[in-house]
């Protein structure tokens, strides 16, 4: 499976390369804009990256979910310059990529709860954040049409 660091190494020329107007438009008024689903990308490194560092050192967590469209308008992302959003998403996903590398293998089987949600290990969590960014990052690509 692809890494993070390749997954941000695949997608930082393409992203580099939509346009102001592209990553502000929505599609709907109720449908998240290019620059607020990287905005989401973000914040979500941001709650994952907490979680992984405790799950690291401790087994059996239950750790809260957090409010992801809260999350986006709080953080104002649909009016930041798309090229500071892609800088900084680029930027904590490769730090976090290294957070990632640098987990001692036997917290890989640790266990956390997410919101509430059913008990998995620290190891799928981190297969499962790929897969996430893949998964958003093709939306910004079929919004923006990049």
Same mark, same amino acid.
């Given at each position: ?8 190494? #695949?997608a ?8 102001e ?18 905005g989401?990308?973000?914040?979500? #490194? ?13 087994? #059996?967590?239950?750790l ?10 709080v ?6 310059p ?23 293998p036997?917290?890989? #089987? ?6 509430g ?20 990052l ?9």
């Amino acid at each position: 499976m692809m890494g993070l660091a390749e997954v941000v190494a #695949g997608a930082l020329l393409r992203l580099q390369v939509i346009t102001e107007e592209l990553a502000s438009r929505k599609p709907a008024s109720d449908v998240w804009s290019g620059k607020q689903v990287l905005g989401h990308l973000i914040d979500s #490194g941001v709650n994952n990256h907490a979680r992984f560092v405790r799950a690291s050192v401790e087994d #059996g967590l239950a750790l809260p979910g957090y409010d992801q469209d809260v999350w986006v308008e709080v953080g104002g992302w649909q009016e930041r310059p798309w090229s500071e959003i892609v800088e900084l998403w680029a930027a904590y996903q490769l730090q976090f990529a290294h957070v990632i590398a640098q987990l001692p293998p036997a917290s890989l #089987g640790h266990t956390l709860s997410i919101g509430g949600g059913d008990s998995v290990t620290l190891e799928f969590v981190a297969a499962d954040y790929v897969c996430h960014q893949l998964h958003h990052l093709a939306q910004i690509w079929e919004r923006t049409g990049a």
